[in-house]
């Protein structure tokens, strides 16, 4: 048994990541959360999280993978993963223990809030190293199948859990960078910050694309792997979508967004409120003769007569 763990920010990516294919997932386990629907799921821990907006990445998301072949029975499994998070020090806390049926192995997903139910933060320091040394001590209490021979089975093993942490890796920062970008190549000078290489494939021998995949290191997937909403046809979708958004937002509209977003209250110079009422003004023709003084229409009344006693 061997432990990866991934500190994230967006508890909906990790909750759909995990428990969204009912076919290879089955929660085990859950604490402070609902654990039937995962959109239900993520808001819970996500309330929990508001308790301390400040700790922007308090996703714990830690993945145990056991020996290829190796049965465990899902109260055993449960009973680890607790022991797990207790061994973590994160207690106090929300979590979910799900586990994923693979062809060739089972290994377990747990998520746990690293704000605990308190508001306060729980420390992560050097938590990927504690995680593993954490997996061995129960690997051996438990006695499991240890991952310490240089054998095939365990270079399967060692692969099989990066894998599945960097496909996780790969689909958080998508998620978070997809919004903010305009074009398949502002997401991939993105992506390249968080060290993941976007590859192109095209139609033959020409610039036509036709296909995108996603490697970090050594492991490479293709879009639909990471997500079937992220095949290079989706991402393209989705791309034209945010922009036709941003085409039909007034600048208004824009302001008033970003003044949200940065906490702050709107504040429009006076010339600028006079110019968009004015502007308002000619966008409602009727509205305006209407708006008129009432000795203005009289005069305006006036010189038409007149205009007609000359005719």
């Known amino acids: 048994m061997i432990s990866k763990v991934v500190i994230g920010k967006t508890f909906y990516g990790a909750c759909r990541y995990i428990c969204m294919d009912k076919k290879r997932a089955v929660v085990l386990e859950a604490e402070g959360v609902r654990d039937y629907d995962y959109k239900l799921m993520a808001k819970d821990f996500e309330l929990q999280q508001s308790m301390r907006p400040s700790l922007t990445k308090a996703v714990f998301h830690g993945i145990i993978s056991f020996y290829p072949g190796e049965k465990v029975e899902d109260k055993m499994m449960a009973k680890i993963a607790r022991e797990y ?7 106090d806390t929300q979590f979910a223990i799900v586990k994923h049926i693979d062809k060739n192995h089972s290994h377990l997903h747990i998520l746990a809030n690293l704000v605990n139910n308190n508001g306060e933060a729980i420390k992560d320091n050097w938590i990927g190293l504690r ?10 209490k438990y006695g499991l199948k240890e991952a310490i021979s240089k054998n095939l089975a365990l270079t399967n093993l060692e692969s099989l859990n990066e894998k599945e942490a960097n496909r996780y890796i790969i689909y958080q920062a998508i998620l978070e960078k997809l919004p903010l970008s305009r074009s398949i190549d502002e997401l991939k ?14 139609k033959g021998q020409t ?28 991402l393209q979708k989705i791309l034209l979508q945010q922009q036709s958004a941003r085409l039909i937002k007034s600048p208004v509209d824009s302001f008033y967004s970003k003044s949200i977003s940065q906490n702050k209250q709107p504040k429009i110079n006076k010339q600028v409120s006079k110019e968009m009422h004015i502007l308002n003004e000619m966008m409602k ?15 305006k009344k006036r010189k038409k007569k ?5 005719l």
């Open 207 to 234: 610039n036509e694309l036709q296909g995108i995949s996603f490697k970090i290191g050594e492991f490479k997937y293709k879009g639909s792997e990471i997500d079937r909403k992220f095949s290079l046809n989706n």
């Open 189 to 202: 000078e993105k992506l390249a910050k968080e060290n993941i290489e976007t590859l192109y494939k095209y």
């Open 285 to 299: 023709p009727d509205q305006r003769d209407q708006s008129m003084p009432s000795e203005w229409r009289l005069q």
């Open 306 to 310: 007149s205009k007609r006693m000359h």
């Open 131 to 140: 995680g593993k040394k954490i997996a061995q001590k129960l690997t051996k």
């Open 85 to 91: 998070l207790a061994e973590m020090k994160i207690t």
